[in-house]
């Protein structure tokens, strides 16, 4: 697959999303602008976790804005207590849920602490983790393939660094370099999952909370 046409299956994929540089901060104010009309909030660390919550969402068949619902990526745990800050009073009556992986449990369950019925839903070890069980390697290469990724793969696996790590931590290492990457797989990973009913325990959970 030549370099145009991957581009071009990359924009499809990430159509309606911020991407680029300046991604998180656009797409962090995006959804701050829907706010003030929303009953909940589902705050996630970054616009990969936002892609897989929404992708999750309208496979169930909902539709989260109809809902009163808001993904808000925060920009990385660490800026839970900042964002829950500039919510004010308005905040208490919202019902928060988070999503964030096993190494920032912590601080989103601090966080989120003193919040009016709210929930946290831990990954394990991270998204990529779970959407990779999820499927199984095979599958995920496969997926790669599709989207003329599986060179891309290859290169990293023979990679002295990685050439004798597991095949779930290849891909967790290749799905997580860069951010649009991040992105797109995080909506085609979620769309495989939710065609072979495998979605991962803790977005089910998320979106069930909400």
Known sequence: MDAATRRALAGQTLGGYAHGPDAPLRATARALA???AAAALILVEGVSDQVAVETAAAARGRDLDADGVVVVPIGGAHAIGRFLGTLGPAGTALRLAGLCDLREAE???????G????TVHVCVEDLEDELIRALGVAAVEALCDTQGDLTSLRSLQRQPAWRDQPPDAQLRRFLGSGARRKQRYAR???DAAAVHGTVP???DALLTAV
């Open 34 to 36: 829907k706010v003030g």
């Open 107 to 113: 601080l989103f369950r601090r966080g989120l602490a």
């Open 115 to 118: 919040a009016h019925r709210a």
């Open 188 to 190: 085609l990973l979620v």
């Open 201 to 203: 325990a803790p977005l």
